[in-house]
């Protein structure tokens, strides 16, 4: 069972299934029908035309749950416009869907959690830890999401903002390996710019390519992860940089600064340096007090120390750490960067493993845990 191609034929079909007439909350049952029936089809009976057969199977499924729900007026009206079985538009709906989903009825957030869930194939934990809230609470947001659009007729797509939001958290998901989502963002994004001349939109187009860029230098050949100072830049897109530069530059040129401007600029200044030494951290740190203006992220504040803290040296940095929450992530991980860079050796291996037992994926979690015993390595232990 090809489960990457469910996945991607999955926003097509809810998208035409809501064009006609469905509400999105029933549009979205009737596609999980159908998929896990293509589960259990597939792998003996393969489509000809899979993208045509579940469209077919989830509008009978819609209508089937209509037929069961005599208070649907529009009954015998859906039943008529029923496709006949054959080849579906060779059409890509993805982005519509996100900008359906961003309804003007729902809250930005709560607009970004249901494209997340419903389109993007995140699961409620990867978009509750994007969003730093507990699991629970992102779940009751979509599920009021979902009876918030139930029954809305979609005329009214959201704005720009709420679809960029989306999909740079698409694209973040997609970059840290869990949901291999990152290649769709950026074409995502590159058909919305094609769309709206807008400095955002460039802007997050930009950013996406400077870190796509680095991809194949952030692990090594076991997995592991590279840190950004000791990855082989040879191994950088010098192409997908450049465009990426390009694009930026273009951007910033029209005097419409935004945080994905912002942002990509500080991708920029890391892609420009030959060697992590010669990386323009005082720069950087000009560009996060941008960030830090446009947005007051605490995210932001924490890479923010990291930078100060390469700028002015340790101690500056444990200093911009200190007026930060404790319970950021990635709060432990900064501190112990910091704090072995002002020696404490000690101090340093007891956070990395604190870090480490927080760590939301494998991959960082096996890093952390390296540096914590490399540590106590060192000291003997």
Known sequence: MNEALLRSLTPSVLAILVRRGADFAAAEEAVQDALVEAVRVWPADPPRDPKGWLVTVAWRRFLDAMRADAARRRREDLVAEEPAPGPAPAVDDTLQLYFLCAHPSLTPTSAVALTLRAVGGLTTRQIARAYLVPEATMAQRISRAKRTVSGV????????????????????????????????????????????????????????????????????????????????????????????????????????????????????????????????????????????????????????????????????????????????????????????????????????????????NLAERDHLTRQAARLNARRGH
């Not at 094609?194 to 390519?209: N, Q, S, T, Y």
């Open 153 to 360: 007729r979609f005329d009214q797509p959201g704005d720009v903002a709420t679809v960029l939001r989306v999909l740079y958290l698409v694209f973040n998901e997609g970059y840290s390996g869990d949901v291999d989502l990152a290649a769709e963002a950026i074409r995502l994004t590159r058909q919305l710019a094609a769309r709206v001349d807008h400095p955002e939109v460039a802007g997050l187009l930009a950013l996406m390519l400077l870190h796509h860029a680095r991809r194949a230098a952030r692990t090594a050949p076991d997995g592991s992860l590279v840190p950004l100072a000791a990855q082989d830049r040879a191994r950088w897109d010098t192409d997908v940089i450049a465009e990426g530069v390009a694009i930026l530059q273009a951007a910033l040129a029209r005097d419409r600064l935004g945080e994905f401007q912002a942002q990509a600029a500080i991708a920029a200044l890391h892609a420009d340096a030959p060697t992590a030494e010669e990386t323009d951290w005082v720069q950087i740190v000009e560009w996060y007090d941008e960030l830090t203006r446009l947005t007051d992220n605490p995210v932001v504040r924490l890479n923010r120390a990291v930078a100060v803290g390469e700028a002015d040296g340790p101690r500056a940095g444990l200093a911009a750490l200190a007026a930060l929450d404790a319970s950021l992530p990635r709060h432990a991980a900064v501190a112990a960067y910091l704090h072995e860079r002002d020696g404490d050796l000690a101090t340093a291996a007891r956070l990395y493993a604190e870090a480490a037992h927080k760590a939301s």
